[in-house]
């Protein structure tokens, strides 16, 4: 298991930005995937955007062109870069480390309101 540490979350009007840490308890070099999901209602999440331990990047649709995701693997660190922001943007963020096979664990999520 990895303890992951999230910070940055808040209130934003659309058009505005916001940054998302995600804090890893270990080497982003032994986790296989890093992800930042997000909860609207329910239990249901939806995949953002993720990063391999090699560095490559994808995106959900919705988010392409207006998120990054990136890391500092000195600070074991994945950041969301969150620009354009829209209403529908608005949810509970949360980030997520994967093995090769096993899941390692989940953040305790951030909340993000944007109005507009």
């Known amino acids: 298991q990895v303890q992951l540490v999230e910070s940055g979350g808040g209130l934003m009007q659309a058009g505005g930005s916001l940054r998302l840490s995600c804090a890893a308890s270990?080497?982003?070099?032994?986790?296989?995937?890093m992800s930042w999901y997000r909860r609207v209602s329910g239990n249901q999440r939806e995949l953002v955007a993720t990063?391999?331990?090699?560095?490559?990047?994808n995106y959900a649709d919705s988010v392409k062109g207006r998120f990054t995701i990136s890391r500092d693997v000195a600070k074991n660190t994945v950041y969301l870069q969150m620009n354009s922001l829209k209403p529908e943007d608005t949810a509970i963020y949360y980030c997520?480390?994967?093995?090769?096979?096993?899941?390692?664990?989940w953040g305790q999520g951030t909340q993000v309101a944007v109005s507009s």
């Open positions: 990063i391999t331990s090699r560095g490559t990047t």
């Open positions: 997520n480390a994967r093995g090769v096979i096993a899941e390692l664990g």
């Open positions: 270990t080497s982003l070099f032994s986790i296989n995937t």
